[in-house]
């Protein structure tokens, strides 16, 4: 289990806050989206949760027990971590970018290469065709699920995902969304994701948090959510795609 | 040129261009690889510490604007010795910079979301370095060494000015010589070293960088990949390999030590330098049972003092006049007597250096004119330039142009203002005043050029420059342990005259032979005219 509570992050020293007194337990085996737009704090709270930011004030637990006593480095290790703009090593193969926890880890290098075998084939890639080439030979929508691969290797029981589809045009992000969804049920992983997405976040979200300027807005399902809007800003923030969508059905 | 003469002239010197190349790939490979293992890690430091990186690299940089002789003249003041040792750490510095430069623009240049990522999956920073950011700069880092080495292969042309050997040997040579053939002979080499070395570190950074493509690879890609990665290893390989069986054993990397039986001779970087050193060379092997290392065409006055003192060589000629002035920094003396009096007292007391009976020959800096110049303004001594000075333009050496008993005095005895004054190298100051590019030049009064290029000298009427008279200057050591090189030289002694050091100076400068071969025949001559002793 995840937990914050009441933690802040500012990057003046006080004079803004970027996240502002969050607390959220994020049960295991739940999906929760972050949603909101650019610099409303969701990709901080996401890096703070393995300790990429440290926060101003506050108490992050994993496991019941506070990150600022665990080791950085063997904490992200147990936490999966899909980067925006997916940030695969472009000097090692397919392959090697998805061992690379593993062999950081220690396992042996059989061990290694069943478990990315396995994970290529999880997220649609064939080793074969794939295994032996490098991320810049890849299309985006590809190298996403590289990092998807990557970030499951070591079988954590978190997953960070920061827009992971965000680069990526319509249609592959929403065939990445549909196999997001499958294997989600799959895995049954702890899952944080961030998106400024509304449809994503509605999509793949068991509860979606809102934030707004660093500020919690609301925390719910979707039903909770859609139903029952906790704040002008949320209600605005629904009603928008909406009235596109109706405008746009008019329109067939 | 006829190619006859040519391809003979080229196949007699086959077996040295050897030796000089493989001298020259080890120096090159020795200073580019110190370069390697001092500027690579001091790139990661400063990358690191980045208050270090202003002061590490401005001091790197300065260390690059040190002109190459002043450098090599630095360290062999600082080492007390010549050859290959002062030469590589001379070359190590020049080839620091691009090292260091590069290996911290690459570090740098490894995008920040990659680095993010690296540490977001858990990287140690030890990880972080090793893993993914020292790999990504690789391909700079590796461009830096390919610069490095390259530059390094030019400025080790230099390194024979300290008797490093190497192809500058013969750029040396030539330009002492006024021998054009000599100067090609090391730089065409040297340019294809440059070449080819370019070609095999950027064939090295080019196998880096292919990946393994499944489709599209041919059979034979993944073989060149491979030996363009290997390539470096086989040119190390093969320089090491031409180095070891390169005729010449010692390679000047070797460092006298009194007791041995060989003498080390020196000489500065021009004509009457070699041939003296020839001539002396010749008759202490003719005379006594010791063998004689040739360390010729060092830099200059400094050097060939600096060598001497430290032992790095045993002898060469100097010139009582330059030693007062240039290396005792004494006031001139117009008296002969006098000058031989003083610096023979000064180098006995200061250096243990001994000076032996001169030559007999006094080669004085000449102010000189072109003929016909001299004869339409009716020039016939240095004080009838004074009026026209203004309008002239004067190329000097650069001693010369440096030196308190050269043109600064100079200018003062005799109220001489020029136009402009140009650092000319000797080779080049003769045909540039016959090419009517300057007007005035210091030629040296024995020089064969006066002559070969319609050149008149005039007369020192105020008497400012002092007498220099060619003499060998020996270290006492040296004539402690073999009393009889002091008997050998002595047959030297008065054997030479300013007619007749202008023209062995004109056979090798004009005629194009070598100054073993004129002195081998002068040595002939002065036998026969008085038989020497048994």
Excluded at chain 1, 237 to 242: C, D, E, S, T
Aim: proline content about 5%; glycine content about 10%; charged content about 20%.
């Amino acid at each position: 289990m995840i937990r914050l509570r009441q933690v802040s992050k500012s990057f003046d020293n006080g004079r803004t806050y970027a996240v502002k007194e969050l607390s959220i337990k994020i049960q295991p085996g739940e999906t929760l989206v972050l949603l909101g737009s650019s610099g409303c704090g969701k990709t901080t709270t996401l890096k703070m949760i393995n300790r990429l930011i440290e926060p101003t004030s506050g108490v992050i637990e994993v496991d019941g027990r506070d990150i600022t006593h665990q080791d950085p480095v063997q904490l992200r290790r147990r936490i999966g971590y899909v980067f925006q703009g997916i940030g695969l090593f472009p000097h090692m193969t397919i392959e090697q970018n998805v061992d690379v926890v593993p062999r950081l880890l220690g396992w042996s290098p059989k061990r290694r290469k069943a478990r990315a075998l396995q994970l290529l084939h999880l997220v649609g890639l064939s080793p074969p065709d794939f295994g032996d080439r490098f991320p810049d030979e890849l299309s985006g929508g590809q190298q996403q699920r590289v990092g998807v691969a990557r970030a499951l290797a070591s079988d954590p029981d978190y997953l960070l995902m920061d827009e992971p589809f965000g680069a990526l045009d319509a249609l592959s992000r929403e065939l990445l969304q549909q196999e997001m969804l499958s294997l989600k049920e799959q895995l049954k992983k702890t899952i944080v994701f961030v998106t400024h997405d509304i449809f994503e976040a509605l999509l793949l979200g068991d509860r979606i948090l809102i934030l707004h300027q660093g500020n919690l807005e609301q925390i719910g399902t979707k039903k909770e959510i859609l139903s029952a809007p906790a704040t002008p800003f949320v209600r605005d923030l629904f009603a928008k795609p909406a009235r596109q969508l109706a405008e746009f059905q008019g329109m067939l | 040129m006829d190619p006859t003469s040519l391809s003979v002239f080229v196949s007699e010197r086959l077996p040295e261009l050897y030796v000089r190349t493989g001298e020259h790939l080890m120096l090159t490979g020795c200073s580019s690889g110190a370069a390697m293992l001092i500027g690579i890690p001091v790139g990661m430091v400063i990358f690191q510490k980045s208050w270090l990186r202003n002061p590490a690299m401005a001091t790197i940089g300065i260390l690059q604007t040190i002109p190459s002789l002043a450098m090599l003249a630095f360290l062999l003041a600082l080492l007390h010795r010549i050859g290959a040792i002062p030469a590589i750490i001379a070359l190590t510095l020049y080839a620091l910079l691009p090292i260091v430069r590069n290996t911290l623009t690459g570090l740098e240049g490894v995008s920040p979301q990659i680095m993010e990522a690296a540490r977001g999956i858990g990287m140690t920073s030890g990880q972080q370095l090793r893993m993914v950011r020292i790999p990504l700069a690789l391909p700079v880092i590796v461009a830096g060494i390919r610069t490095a080495a390259v530059v390094v292969v030019g400025i080790a042309t230099l390194s024979a000015f300290i008797g490093a050997g190497g192809l500058g040997q013969f750029i040396n040579r030539g330009l002492a010589l006024s021998n054009t053939r000599l100067i090609l002979l090391g730089a065409i080499p040297a340019a294809i070293l440059a070449l080819l070395i370019d070609f095999v570190i950027g064939a090295f950074e080019w196998g880096l960088r292919q990946k393994k493509k499944p489709e599209g690879s041919g059979p034979f890609r993944g073989m060149i990949q491979f030996i363009a990665r290997i390539l470096p290893l086989l040119l190390i390989g093969g320089g090491i390999f031409v180095y070891l069986t390169g005729p010449e054993a010692h390679h000047g990397l070797t460092s006298n030590s009194s007791g041995t039986q060989r003498i080390i001779i020196g000489t500065k970087n021009f004509t009457e330098q070699l041939i003296l050193g020839e001539l002396m060379a010749q008759i202490i092997e003719q005379e006594t049972t010791l063998s004689v290392e040739r360390q010729f065409n060092l830099g200059g006055t400094m050097i060939c003092h600096g060598a001497l003192v430290s032992g790095a060589i045993d002898l060469y000629a100097e010139y009582t006049g330059t030693g007062l002035t240039a290396i005792l920094k004494s006031p001139g003396i117009n008296d002969s007597e006098q000058v031989m009096k003083h610096v023979r007292a000064a180098y006995g007391r200061r250096f243990h250096v001994r000076w032996l009976a001169p030559f007999g020959f006094n080669n004085t800096y000449a102010i000189t004119v072109r003929k016909d110049d001299a004869a339409q303004h009716k020039w016939r001594a240095i004080s009838d330039l004074a009026k026209e000075a203004p309008r002239l333009r004067a190329g000097f050496t650069a001693e010369f142009a440096e030196r308190p008993d050269g043109y600064p005095g100079l200018g003062k005895a005799y109220g001489l203002k020029f136009l402009e004054i140009k650092d000319l190298d000797p080779a080049i100051m003769y045909s540039a005043i016959a090419n009517k590019e300057i007007d005035v030049i210091c030629a040296f009064a024995t020089d064969g050029r006066i002559a070969a290029h319609h050149l008149t000298p005039l007369t020192d009427d105020r008497g400012f420059f002092p007498p220099y008279q060619a003499a060998p200057v020996v270290r006492e050591e040296c004539l402690n342990a073999h009393p009889e090189v002091t008997e050998a030289l002595s047959l030297l002694s008065g054997a030479l005259n300013n007619e007749t050091m202008q023209r062995l100076n004109f056979e090798v400068d004009a005629k194009k032979r070598s100054p073993a071969d004129v002195a081998r025949e002068f040595l002939k001559e002065i036998g026969k005219r008085h038989p020497l002793a048994e």
